[in-house]
């Protein structure tokens, strides 16, 4: 079968180097790829949210399936738009995938389904919002309705910073028509787990839970980014919390979506809090997370595509769904300056790929045989290993063979789940 994969960035790469082992497929475009993927699939010029030269491509080369892995062409409806052209697709319509596209429409949705998450209150101005923060608690939470790369969040630790992250938001518009609705939320404490699940509208099939190092300095510090590293499994996501979550969380958020008229069809992504009240929705994502992707998936034991398949017909059962044991860890290099300026055009040469150590190409493109960085995170070196502490030091170890002058990373990903276990 020929495949396309909508997306150009390190979770595309990953999902692609995993549907290159299924023996169903033929050929893997990727729309539009980098210059990493291109070591792995056909890279097509077409950018991910030009949705009507997309459906023409997939008309012009007679594709039979098409994978939409990033959040914007799912909320702008690129999976109808092939729908109606009759090529079946990996991710959620158009309407489902609002449960990422506005946070008003997915906290609104589980206070309604009962659904456990933080407090929280909507503006759609900002003189009121900054009339509620006067004597709101701190810290707060602050979120902008639309998408914002994963930059839409900000944790405000003083009323000041509350404040100016309102009008930042709402009058400076610095995350522009994303932040015409604001939602303003309790700040909730305990360790953040995301766990990426198979939907195909009525069962639930749950991945390797994973650990996402957000700020782009060690030690949690800095500013918040798409992501700087991932482990997996998660140690403080337990068997007995799991089975918490998929009753009060999972099973709940995809039968109050088939209640809405808005069946969810693709991969559910779950940002939880363990708080001390239990198990709490911080977020959900409409597609496969980045970096998480880059961690669970070579853990996978099962053929992706066979799951894919399965969660577009509604044939999903839990047994097609298996994960060998073992733990997996990302190292995200970017580039210097990430997540506000950095600088591009850098020459990267990459350490030689393992059968348990290899690396995802995120922002970079390829001239003349040669790999130059062209994005903020650039490289996603990933091993795998029997123990999180041995998946760890062998990232660790690739990561230190990269050679990218402009490129930084953190040295701490995986420490506190490290500290979990001990």
């Given at each position: 079968?020929?495949?396309?994969?909508?997306?150009?960035?390190?979770?595309?790469?990953?999902?692609?180097?995993?549907?290159?082992?299924?023996?169903?497929?033929?050929?893997?475009?990727?729309?539009?790829?980098?210059?990493?993927?291109?070591?792995?699939?056909e890279c097509v010029n077409i950018g991910a949210k030009d949705i009507?030269?997309?459906?023409?491509?997939?008309?012009?080369?007679?594709?039979?399936?098409?994978?939409?892995?990033?959040?914007?062409?799912?909320?702008?409806?690129?999976?109808?738009?092939?729908?109606?052209?009759?090529?079946?697709?990996?991710?959620?319509?158009?309407?489902?995938?609002?449960?990422?596209?506005?946070?008003?429409?997915?906290?609104?949705?589980?206070?309604?389904?009962?659904?456990?998450?933080?407090?929280?209150?909507?503006?759609?101005?900002?003189?009121?919002?900054?009339?509620?923060?006067?004597?709101?608690?701190?810290?707060?939470?602050?979120?902008?309705?639309?998408?914002?790369?994963?930059?839409?969040?900000?944790?405000?630790?003083?009323?000041?910073?509350?404040?100016?992250?309102?009008?930042?938001?709402?009058?400076?518009?610095?995350?522009?028509?994303?932040?015409?609705?604001?939602?303003?939320?309790?700040?909730?404490?305990?360790?953040?787990?995301?766990?990426?699940?198979?939907?195909?509208?009525?069962?639930?099939?749950?991945?390797?839970?994973?650990?996402?190092?957000?700020?782009?300095?060690?030690?949690?510090?800095?500013?918040?980014?798409?992501?700087?590293?991932?482990?997996?499994?998660?140690?403080?996501?337990?068997?007995?919390?799991?089975?918490?979550?998929?009753?009060?969380?999972?099973?709940?958020?995809?039968?109050?979506?088939?209640?809405?008229?808005?069946?969810?069809?693709?991969?559910?992504?779950?940002?939880?809090?363990?708080?001390?009240?239990?198990?709490?929705?911080?977020?959900?994502?409409?597609?496969?997370?980045?970096?998480?992707?880059?961690?669970?998936?070579?853990?996978?034991?099962?053929?992706?595509?066979?799951?894919?398949?399965?969660?577009?017909?509604?044939?999903?059962?839990?047994?097609?769904?298996?994960?060998?044991?073992?733990?997996?860890?990302?190292?995200?290099?970017?580039?210097?300056?990430?997540?506000?300026?950095?600088?591009?055009?850098?020459?990267?040469?990459?350490?030689?790929?393992?059968?348990d150590s290899f690396v995802y190409v995120a922002g970079a493109k390829?001239?003349?045989?040669?790999?130059?960085?062209?994005?903020?995170?650039?490289?996603?070196?990933?091993?795998?290993?029997?123990?999180?502490?041995?998946?760890?030091?062998?990232?660790?170890?690739?990561?230190?063979?990269?050679?990218?002058?402009?490129?930084?990373?953190?040295?701490?990903?995986?420490?506190?789940?490290?500290?979990?276990?001990?």
């Open positions: 079968m020929k495949v396309m994969v909508i997306g150009g960035g390190g979770r595309e790469h990953a999902i692609i180097k995993s549907l290159k082992k299924s023996p169903k497929i033929s050929k893997i475009f990727a729309l539009p790829g980098n210059g990493g993927i291109a070591n792995d699939a009507p030269a997309i459906v023409d491509f997939a008309k012009n080369e007679n594709i039979d399936y098409a994978v939409v892995a990033p959040d914007d062409p799912l909320v702008l409806g690129c999976v109808d738009a092939l729908n109606e052209i009759g090529v079946k697709c990996f991710g959620p319509n158009k309407a489902a995938a609002i449960i990422e596209g506005s946070k008003v429409f997915s906290k609104n949705l589980m206070k309604k389904y009962g659904i456990p998450t933080a407090e929280y209150f909507v503006f759609d101005n900002a003189e009121d919002a900054l009339k509620h923060l006067q004597t709101a608690e701190i810290p707060v939470v602050i979120k902008a309705d639309g998408l914002a790369l994963g930059k839409g969040v900000i944790i405000a630790n003083t009323r000041k910073e509350a404040l100016d992250a309102v009008r930042s938001i709402m009058e400076d518009k610095v995350f522009g028509e994303s932040g015409n609705n604001i939602v303003v939320e309790e700040f909730l404490t305990g360790p953040e787990v995301s766990v990426l699940a198979f939907t195909d509208g009525k069962t639930v099939v749950p991945m390797v839970s994973s650990m996402d190092h957000k700020r782009a300095g060690d030690n949690d510090t800095g500013l918040n980014t798409g992501g700087m590293g991932t482990v997996a499994p998660n140690p403080y996501y337990t068997e007995e919390v799991a089975e918490v979550c998929m009753e009060t969380i999972f099973l709940p958020t995809v039968n109050a979506m088939n209640s809405e008229g808005r069946t969810f069809k693709g991969c559910l992504y779950f940002g939880l809090m363990l708080t001390p009240k239990g198990p709490k929705v911080i977020e959900y994502n409409c597609r496969f997370g980045d970096p998480e992707t880059q961690v669970v998936l070579p853990l996978l034991e099962s053929d992706l595509f066979t799951i894919m398949q399965a969660v577009t017909d509604e044939t999903l059962t839990p047994e097609m769904v298996k994960f060998k044991k073992g733990a997996a860890c990302c190292v995200i290099v970017a580039s210097k300056g990430y997540p506000v300026k950095y600088e591009n055009g850098f020459e990267i040469k990459l350490p030689e790929a393992t059968e390829a001239e003349a045989g040669k790999l130059f960085s062209a994005g903020g995170r650039v490289l996603g070196v990933t091993a795998i290993a029997d123990t999180l502490k041995k998946a760890v030091d062998k990232a660790y170890e690739a990561t230190e063979k990269v050679e990218f002058e402009n490129g930084f990373y953190r040295k701490d990903i995986g420490k506190r789940a490290l500290d979990c276990l001990k």
